[in-house]
Nanobody, 124 residues
Framework: QVQLVESGGGLVQAGGSLRLSCAAS????????MGWFRQAPGKEREFVAA????????YYADSVKGRFTISRDNAKNTVYLQMNSLTPEDTAVYYC?????????????????WGQGTQVTVSS
């Protein structure tokens, strides 16, 4: 079992930055690949970024590539999402998720555990 708790969301102006954190319980955090997803009102949940268990591989949605950075600290059981150059289109609830799988990291269906989400609102 893995429990995930996101933090760091909030209200920011366009062009600003936020760093989301996702703290995981359990001693097996380093064996999970981690992902960030988001869901805007009236839209389906979409992939944002993912990172392998070692942190050696990262993956991004085209819409955030070059602006967002995913990282992890296995000693702290935490995964981060640094978000820069935010736009109103980034407004959504952001979720972190964990999977033991190595493939299909862009597909939410392959994740086993989910956090409760944190709201990010970007004003224009």
């Amino acid at each position: 079992q893995v429990q995930l708790v996101e933090s760091g969301g909030g209200l920011v102006q366009a062009g600003g930055s936020l760093r989301l954190s996702c703290a995981a319980s359990g001693r097996t955090f380093s064996s999970y690949a981690m992902g960030w997803f988001r869901q805007a009102p009236g839209k389906e949940r979409e992939f944002v970024a993912a990172i392998s268990w070692s942190g050696g591989s990262t993956y991004y949605a085209d819409s955030v590539k070059g602006r967002f950075t995913i990282s992890r600290d296995n000693a702290k059981n935490t995964v981060y999402l640094q978000m820069n150059s935010l736009t109103p289109e980034d407004t959504a609830v952001y979720y972190c998720a964990a999977t033991r799988g190595l493939a299909y990291l862009r597909d939410s269906a392959f994740y086993d555990y989910w956090g409760q989400g944190t709201q990010v609102t970007v004003s224009s």
